[in-house]
C-alpha cells in the first residue's frame, strides 16, 4: 500500500510541476540565459562576438568586390526586382553605423584588438571599392530615392568614426563620396523621417569641405525640430506613429546633424543641447521596454530592423550621458540579454550567415515592403557602447538589474515622470 501511494504521489507530481523542477531535483542544469550572471568582460566579448557574426559577411565581402554576388536579395513579395538598385547600399550604411565606435577605438594586441584591426582595415578597402567605378560592388547614389536613406547611415557612420573611416581614405575616393552625396539632390523622398537624411548628408558634405544647399539643411533642421511632440518622442512627419522610429533616425540623427552643423557655425550649441537632452529622455524609454527576461514588444513599422529599436539607448551610453538613475551596468545587462536572444541560435540568419526576414526568425510577412535584405544591417546600431574601452565603467562594473527586470522582483523601483522641454 505504501509502495502504491509514493507512485500515485509521483503520478500527481509529473502531471502537476514542471518539467524543469523535476531535473532540477536530480542534477544542477546549467542555468539559462536568463539566469546567467556575467562579467562585464564576458559581457563585451559576447557582444563583439555577436556584433562580427551580423557584420562580417557585410564587410568582407565589399572589401572583397563579391557583394553583389554573394548577398542574397529578400523581401516580402519574393520579387527582387529594383531592389538589386539599393539594397546593397543599405546594407554598407547601416552596418557600419552600427560598427564605426568599435573600429574607432586604438589598435592593441587582445584577441578583440586583432579583431578590430583586422575588420577596419577590410572596411577600408571595402569604401574605396564602393565608389570606384571599376569595381563590381560600386553602390549606387544615382537611382532611386532610396539611397538618400542609406547615405545617411554611410556618413553617420563617417561622423563616429572620422580618424578610423575618412581620414584615411584617399582624396580621389573622399571627392567621390561627395559627389556622390550631392547626387542625390535630384530626388526627394517622404515628408517624414526623411528629411533628416537629406539633412545629415548635406551636413556632412559642409563638414568635408563640400559646398552644402543650406535650402534642404534649413528645412531638415526647422521641420524636425516643429515635429517635436514631447517627452523625448518626435512625430514621424505631420502625423505621429508609434514605431522605433524615434530610435531608428529621429533622436539619433538629429543630434548627429546638429552637431556636425554647430562645428560649421549653423547651428547653436543650445540647439544641440536640446536636442540632445531628449534624446536621453528617449533612451530611458528604450531601457523600460527590455522585459526581465531580455525580450521586448515587436510593434509598428520595420520590426525586421531588430536591436536597431535601441539605437538611442545605445548612443546614450556611448556619450555616458545616461541619467544618474539609469546605470551604464543595468544598460549592459539588459543589452547583453537582448542580444543573446536574438542573436545566439541562427534563427535570424541563413545558412550563409546572412540576416534573413523577420523579427526573431524568419517571418517574411513581419516585413515592410520597402524592406530587403540590406535593410536589417541596422541591427548593429544596438552595440555603439562596443566604442568604450573594455576598461570604461560600462564594462568593468558589477552587473546590475534593469528596469524592469527590478520592477518585477518588487525591488525599490524609481518614479517615472515627464521633462517639459
Not at 33 to 38: D, H, I, M, R
Not at 371 to 387: D, K
Request: proline residues 6%; glycine residues 6%.
Amino acid at each position: 500500500m505504501k509502495r502504491l501511494n509514493y507512485l500515485i504521489l509521483l503520478l500527481i507530481a509529473v502531471m502537476i510541476l514542471p518539467a524543469s523542477s523535476l531535473q532540477a531535483k536530480g542534477k544542477k542544469d546549467k542555468p539559462s540565459k536568463e539566469q546567467q550572471v556575467t562579467t562585464g568582460a564576458e559581457d563585451r566579448a559576447t557582444w563583439v562576438k555577436l556584433m562580427w557574426k551580423i557584420s562580417y559577411p557585410v564587410v568582407h565581402n565589399l572589401a572583397e568586390g563579391t557583394l553583389r554576388r554573394n548577398m542574397p536579395i529578400e523581401t516580402r513579395s519574393g520579387n527582387t526586382r529594383g531592389y538589386d538598385e539599393v539594397t546593397y547600399l543599405e546594407a554598407v550604411g547601416r552596418t557600419l553605423a552600427g560598427v564605426a565606435p568599435w573600429l574607432a577605438l586604438p589598435d592593441d594586441d587582445t584577441e578583440e584588438g586583432k579583431l578590430r584591426k583586422q575588420m577596419r582595415e577590410e572596411v577600408l578597402k571595402g569604401l574605396k571599392n564602393a565608389v570606384d567605378p571599376n569595381s563590381p560592388d560600386k553602390l549606387n547614389f544615382t537611382k532611386q530615392p532610396q539611397p538618400i536613406v542609406d547615405a545617411a547611415y554611410l556618413v553617420h557612420a563617417f561622423l563616429r568614426a572620422p580618424k578610423a573611416l575618412w581620414e584615411p581614405l584617399d582624396d580621389t575616393t573622399k571627392q567621390r563620396y561627395i559627389e556622390s552625396l550631392k547626387a542625390l539632390r535630384n530626388r526627394t523622398g517622404a515628408y517624414n523621417n526623411w528629411l533628416i537624411f537629406t539633412g545629415l548628408n548635406e551636413s556632412f558634405i559642409n563638414w568635408a569641405g563640400g559646398e552644402c544647399d543650406p535650402f534642404r539643411l534649413k528645412i531638415a533642421k526647422n521641420k524636425i525640430r516643429e515635429w517635436y511632440v514631447g517627452d523625448g518622442w518626435y512625430s514621424d512627419g505631420p502625423k505621429f506613429s508609434m514605431d522605433y522610429y524615434n530610435a531608428y533616425v529621429l533622436n539619433p540623427m538629429y543630434v548627429a546633424m546638429l552637431e556636425t552643423l554647430a562645428a560649421k557655425k549653423r547651428a547653436s550649441q543650445k540647439e544641440v543641447d536640446e536636442a540632445l537632452q531628449r534624446m536621453i529622455r528617449h533612451s530611458e524609454f528604450c531601457e523600460r521596454i527590455i522585459g526581465p527576461d531580455g525580450t521586448y514588444p515587436a510593434f509598428g513599422r520595420s520590426v525586421t530592423y531588430r536591436t536597431a529599436a535601441f539605437q538611442s539607448l545605445a548612443d546614450v551610453a556611448l556619450r555616458e550621458k545616461l541619467p544618474a538613475h539609469v546605470t551604464p551596468a543595468q544598460v549592459r545587462c539588459a543589452l547583453t540579454a537582448v542580444h543573446r536572444n536574438m542573436y545566439e541560435g541562427n534563427q535570424n540568419f541563413d545558412k550563409n550567415g546572412w540576416l534573413v526576414l523577420g523579427f526573431n526568425g524568419h517571418q517574411p510577412e513581419a516585413a515592410d515592403g520597402y524592406t530587403s535584405t540590406g535593410s536589417l544591417y541596422m541591427a548593429t546600431l544596438s552595440f555603439l557602447p562596443l566604442g568604450l574601452p573594455a576598461d570604461n565603467p560600462f564594462w568593468t562594473d558589477a552587473p546590475a538589474d534593469w528596469t524592469t527586470k527590478k520592477a518585477w522582483k518588487g525591488e525599490n523601483l524609481p518614479k517615472d515622470y515627464k521633462v517639459e522641454y
